[in-house]
């Protein structure tokens, strides 16, 4: 059975840091490719940054610079380095791992972005 399992959110002040991180277990981890998705209230599921099985990263321009995501595939594991978080960071964030038609979901962790 998959399962991801996500840690790491919170309340943050703007212009503060947070990681997020989350555990895979059931698959192959090192296959597939990974990523970190939010939805904010009102909004749809976005993608915020990927990284393939083959370690190349992409990121949604407004955390470009800002967010970085890595992987360890003999951790079974992936993380997201939130710095710089500004109020529009605030969402649910999820974990997803993918493999051709097969995804898998984290079950989310709130960020929140608040003075």
């Known amino acids: 059975q998959v399962q991801l399992v996500e840690s790491g959110g919170g309340l943050v002040q703007p212009g503060g840091s947070l990681r997020l991180s989350c555990v895979a277990s059931?698959?192959?981890?090192?296959?597939?490719?990974v990523g970190w998705y939010r939805q904010a209230p009102g909004k749809e599921r976005e993608l915020v940054a990927g990284i393939t099985s083959g370690g190349s990263t992409n990121y949604a321009d407004s955390v470009n610079e800002r967010f970085t995501i890595s992987r360890d595939n003999a951790k079974n594991t992936m993380g997201l380095q939130m710095n710089s978080v500004k109020p529009e960071d605030t969402a649910v964030y999820y974990c997803?791992?993918?493999?051709?038609?097969?995804?898998?979901w984290g079950q989310g962790t709130q960020v929140t972005v608040s003075s």
């Open positions: 997803n791992v993918h493999l051709g038609i097969k995804h898998y």
């Open positions: 059931g698959i192959k981890f090192s296959l597939y490719d």
